[in-house]
């Protein structure tokens, strides 16, 4: 068992508080994703958890075992960085077993390991070959390799694929989802890549300025973002939000269009008049066509699959997926609705979301 258990973590260099109060379970063989922008944390706090930070406070177990003050090579664990650094002098078969030699493992139990890890990601045919002489993806399955045959408890990875191309990336994604099922490490991944995070991570802890904000299943976190921020990173386009007024008779008011206030919420907010709130709803779950809210078409984007609509409503920008062939043309005036189970309401003063009772 190799369960992951961070309580309470900070870390600050000088002013900057990269970390600042951060616990977070991982399960036994769970594929955790870290996502955020830039500068939120996420690579501070996996260095943390490799022993390569030390942090101002908090602790770290792994499997059971208090690893906060033991070094790199005493955790159990194996790291995959975004430079993936391979040794240019060194043959792969000889950049793979590289660990293992370092531990004293016997040759004969390198050989099988590296052979194994190299059919796993289909780099046996590049074995006797120099990192010189390999593609940027083969160079990225040959880093992986060496983190595998450690056959670690705990595998880490740090943007391993954002220096691969589009399609490599693509093919990639499925190989570390297909690995991760086969090899069952508890593994920690980083990313700034919200499309990566949801293909990957059984769970994503979307994180912000040092904190995690949510964390959760991708799929609830793409239903129900905690927060605007959260609604906003995950998406592409990200959640709309339009600014409303409840009515105080189960009503929120877009401009002189009343929309229900939707079943889950009327508990909370049935009778409440005149707070503002703000009306989340993601592009796809908008009805283009009927409904009672009216929207001129700003633009009209052709995406292959489907097309991108902008429209103004009451002096609002929103973002509207619909099918390839809608015939919305710039100037049009559309129909449109929000079906009232994919509505997320959100305080506009916090940012976060209004609680809902069920669905
Ligand atoms: P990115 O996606 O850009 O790698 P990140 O979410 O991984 O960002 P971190 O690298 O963890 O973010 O950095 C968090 C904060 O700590 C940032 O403000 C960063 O500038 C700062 N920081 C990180 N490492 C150091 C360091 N060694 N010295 C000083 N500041 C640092």
Redo the contacts with the bound molecule.
Sequence with gaps: MAEIVLRNLRKT??K?V??RDLSLDVADGEFLVLL????????????AIAGLEVLDRGTIRIGGRDVTRLPPGKRGIAMVFQSYAVFPHMRVYDNIVFGLRMRGIPLAEQRRRALAAAELLQITDVLDRYPAQLSGGQRQRVAVARAIVMEPDVLLM??PLSNLDALLRLHMRAELKRLHREVGSTTVY?T?DQVEAMSLGDRIAV?RD?EIVQCDTPQRIYDDPANVFVGSFIGSPPMNFLRGVLDGAGGIRLGDTVLPVPVAYQPALGAQRDPEVLVGIRPEHIVVGAGPLVAEVVVSEPLGPSKLLTLRTHGQLLKVTVRADHPAAPGDVVHMDFPPAHVRLMDPKTERALPRTGP
């Design positions: 260099f000088g900057v990269a970390i955020g922008p830039s500068g939120c944390g996420k690579t501070t706090t996996l260095r740090d943007e980083v700034h994180m040092g």
